[in-house]
């Protein structure tokens, strides 16, 4: 397991001891900073990052990363965030799912640490606790600790973790080991019980 931790950490470097972060409010976005995306608020120009390889890096900056902070910022003040006054004529936050506003994986860094910053911990820790599911999952499966390594960096640090690391939603398929690991165990269990009711019968 820490061979793969050190994988995935060497993989996340950049985010997690260079200041760097998975938000693309600062990329080529028209309409984030002004209506120039070489422009910050303040009016100062400014070459944006380069970011060649998520798939849509509007989503978070234009909807995702609003939605979190007005949630969070109705959280603090004792309000349940179920509805955004910014968007259109009101916009539901708490009928929408993927503003997660009840999601305490999710909202509890944001929360804690603002956006981006919580943004960053829920979807690194998540994927983070994926990675490790999927270790755990080879290993009770049979597997070797090897293939068990393998499987977990592989699963990890899948394309789309990469491409759809800015925006949250990437972060349920984390769930997939932990789901497949509650498949196996359940399976086992049932056999276990007719084992033991064919055993009664015998008698």
């Not at 910014?86 to 929408?96: D, I, R, V």
């Not at 999601?103 to 606790?129: E, I, K, R, S, Y």
């Not at 994926?130 to 394309?159: C, E």
């Amino acid at each position: 397991v820490c061979s793969s931790d050190l994988v995935w950490a060497f993989a996340w470097l950049p985010i997690l001891v260079d200041g760097r972060m998975l938000s693309t409010g600062a990329s080529q976005n028209i309409g984030i900073n002004a209506v120039d995306p070489g422009r910050l608020t303040t009016g100062v120009p400014t070459p944006p990052p380069e970011d060649r390889f998520r798939i849509d890096a509007g989503a978070s900056a234009w909807q995702l990363e609003p939605w979190f902070t007005i949630a969070a910022r109705q959280w603090k003040a004792g309000e349940i965030p179920l509805w955004t006054p910014y968007q259109g004529f009101g916009a539901p936050l708490a009928a929408n799912f993927q503003s997660a506003v009840f999601d305490p994986l999710m909202m509890l860094p944001v929360v804690t640490f603002g956006v981006p910053l919580g943004q960053d911990v829920a979807v690194l820790g998540l994927l983070l606790a994926g990675m490790l599911a999927a270790f755990a999952f080879a290993r009770l499966v049979g597997l070797t600790r090897l293939a068990g390594i393998v499987l977990g960096v592989g699963f990890g640090l899948s394309g789309y973790f990469l491409t759809a690391s800015n925006n949250e939603f990437c972060r349920i398929y984390a769930y997939i080991p932990v789901l497949l690991m509650l498949v196996e165990l359940a399976l086992r269990r049932r056999q276990r019980s007719e084992e033991h009711t064919s055993e009664l019968q015998s008698r």
